[in-house]
């Protein structure tokens, strides 16, 4: 079982590339038996392993086998050779819904139309005790004949893996389209998220922008805490109602979605679909552990065991890469224009600070360790350049993705900017993913 040339398995034609990401590269296809246009989503498995996202794989895999509806993205099957994973799911010939609210606002009736599609997608996604966590107009494609999928369930949750008080606990999402209670740490329902994120969608797709936006990150978690947004002047009064109740801070008395299937403005041309889908999956052609490599002896097996140690429960992807619909670079200035800069690791906080305790060391500077994540890499007055002060701040996003924060407390600034680019950075390239605001390298 292999892939040879274009051909995978004596089964698919690949065709041109769709997309990529750091992890995974989608590809358009052909079904050489049936003739039928798929796509394929190829995983690198060692990449896989050493980011700690065995679990995460394992579990989109089961998510997708599992949700068989009309407005989903179909998982057709799972190949596997000794270095990739194949996922030959639907192919979506229209592409992203996003592509279509660049543009600018839909009509009432085609946002309504596409909100009622992605409501009976997620209510059924719900029924089977599955949480999307990511909902928004990227992951949200479009079949051939103009139909709403959900698409990428990759950090969705499932039942099985609430806590014991029935709380999803990880902090995930796309932070334009997180619910206020995601971003508490407190725990939180995965349904009530589900239809804050699916309020903010129907927003966007009737106003052609975001209901809320800032480009400092805390103020535009504070206004999503107090739901702070203001309706065009275009919004029908049903409309504004609906988005009242389902984009309440509260998740106590936020909307059900049995309650938005019942909703009046909703209804209007409702078609409940109980067609089943055009194709079921038609093998998982090997089981999880085959399919993602792990043997029970050896080198990769060790590897394999402590990346499954790692609590990381989402790919990180998602949220660095955050697109046209939220570009936060305005978040990140770049080094030449501002004194801090951040960048984002897949590491654990203490790996961070080890690797800069060993930066500090390095460079002959002393590293004083404070509350919250803060280090400071000081230079003493007495040196011959001249005192020098370095904040590094860690936030954690999840247990393994941090967001980290550097900047000059005090000294000159171009000594800063000369250690930053010439020695801190080159030493820091193993364990950053991505640096904020500096395009993305493949």
Known sequence: MEKRGNVLMQKYEFGKL?????????????????????????????????????????????IMKRVKHPNVLQLYEVLATKTKIYFIIEYAK????????????????????????LISAVDF?????????????????????????????GLSAIVESHHQDNMLHTVCGTPAYVAPDVISRKGYDGSKADVWSCGVILYVLLAGHLPFYDLNLMLLYR??????????????????????????PNPDTRISMSKILENSWFRKGFKHKSDQVKREVTTEALPHSEVLGLCENGSAAAEANQALIKPTNFNAFDIISLSSGLDLSGLFPRTDEQKNIKFTSMN?????MSTMENIARILSMEIVKNDGGLLQLERSRECRKGPLSIDAEI?????????????????????????LNE????????????????????
Request: hydrophobic letters at 35%; aromatic letters at 10%; charged letters at 30%.
């Open 18 to 62: 769709l997309g990529q990401g750091n992890f995974a590269k989608v590809y358009h296809a052909r079904d050489l038996r049936t003739g039928e246009n798929v796509a394929i989503k190829v995983i690198d498995k060692e990449k896989v392993v050493k980011v700690g996202l065995v679990e995460q794989t394992k579990r989109e895999i089961s």
């Open 94 to 117: 229209g592409g992203e819904l996003f592509n279509k609210i660049a543009r600018g606002k839909l009509p009432e009736n085609k946002a309504r139309k596409y909100f009622q599609q």
């Open 125 to 153: 996604c719900h029924s089977r005790g599955i949480y999307h966590r990511d909902l928004k107009p990227e992951n949200l494609l479009l079949g051939e004949n103009g139909d709403l999928k959900v698409a990428d369930f």
């Open 223 to 248: 206004k999503i805490g107090k739901a702070e947004y203001k309706c065009p002047n275009w919004f029908s009064f049903e409309v504004r109602r609906l988005l009242a109740r389902i984009l309440d």
């Open 348 to 352: 654990s906080a203490s790996s961070i």
């Open 395 to 419: 936030f954690e996003v999840t247990p393994s993705f941090h967001l980290v924060e550097m900047k000059k407390s005090y000294g000159d600034t171009l000594e800063y900017q000369k250690i």
């Open 423 to 442: 020695d801190i950075r080159p030493a820091l390239k193993d364990i950053v993913c991505v640096w904020q605001g500096e395009q993305q390298q493949q």
